[in-house]
């Protein structure tokens, strides 16, 4: 009679199936992840770069031809310290580059990506430091007092120091800083942050049968 009532309880059980799906985050290898944001900080560094050299280039352009046309020797003078503070801005950006980053490790036992990102945060941390902030300003300033020095006009002045000063704080604004943030973290546990699911898949598990046993009945569960 227990056998009969094994057979039919199993039987019973095993026509019987539960079917639920889990989301399994499925993440890349650490260096597989580091990899991919290392090339999504050099892409980001280099629309920086050729961004914001492409907009002191035409800045120099414009005020230097202003320069030359006008008649005004106030604004001559403004727009020829305009135009060698953006010319100078321009090297500055493509001589002190973010791009490119260096294509093999130096540094035994880091490798090559991670010296990339080391390399590339520690190129923005010196641009966003507060030495970078200060040389806009100081820019600014030291050409306002040319400005205002000469036959330009204490407006002008002004204006100068202004205008350059936020144009340094937007330049340093829009910098990739997110490699930053990553490369600390990765030099304090060895990976970059968690969070960032990359696929989703579905796991099946059905129930398979069950078994009376002499204090209960034992489920089975196919995976």
Excluded at 96 to 112: A, C, H, M, T, V
Aim: proline share 3%; glycine share 10%.
């Amino acid at each position: 009679m227990a056998r009969r009532a094994d057979l039919l309880i199993s039987c019973l059980m095993s026509s019987f199936f539960v079917s639920f799906c889990l989301a399994a985050t499925l993440e890349d290898t650490p260096e597989q992840w580091l990899s991919e944001r290392v090339e999504e900080y050099q892409q980001q560094s280099q629309w920086w770069q050729y961004g914001w050299s492409g907009i002191h280039g035409v800045s120099a352009i414009a005020q230097g031809y202003e320069a030359n046309r006008t008649h005004s020797k106030s604004s001559e003078r403004a727009n020829t310290v305009g135009a060698v503070s953006a010319a100078l801005g321009a090297g500055d950006v493509l001589f002190r580059s973010l791009y490119p980053l260096p294509e093999k490790s130096q540094i035994p036992g880091l490798s090559d990506n991670a010296f990339r990102l080391k390399v590339l945060a520690e190129r923005i941390e010196a641009r966003s430091s507060l030495a970078g902030h200060l040389e806009g300003w100081l820019t600014g300033f030291v050409g306002g007092l040319i400005i205002a020095a000469g036959h330009g006009k204490e407006s002008d002045a002004w204006e100068f120091f202004a205008v350059t000063g936020l144009v340094v704080e937007a330049q340093i604004w829009s910098l990739p800083r997110g490699a930053v943030k990553d490369w600390k973290s990765y030099q304090r546990s060895g990976q970059l942050p968690r969070g960032h699911v990359k696929d989703e898949r579905i796991a099946s598990v059905k129930l398979a049968g069950a078994r009376a046993i002499r204090h209960g009945v034992e489920f089975l569960w196919w995976f």
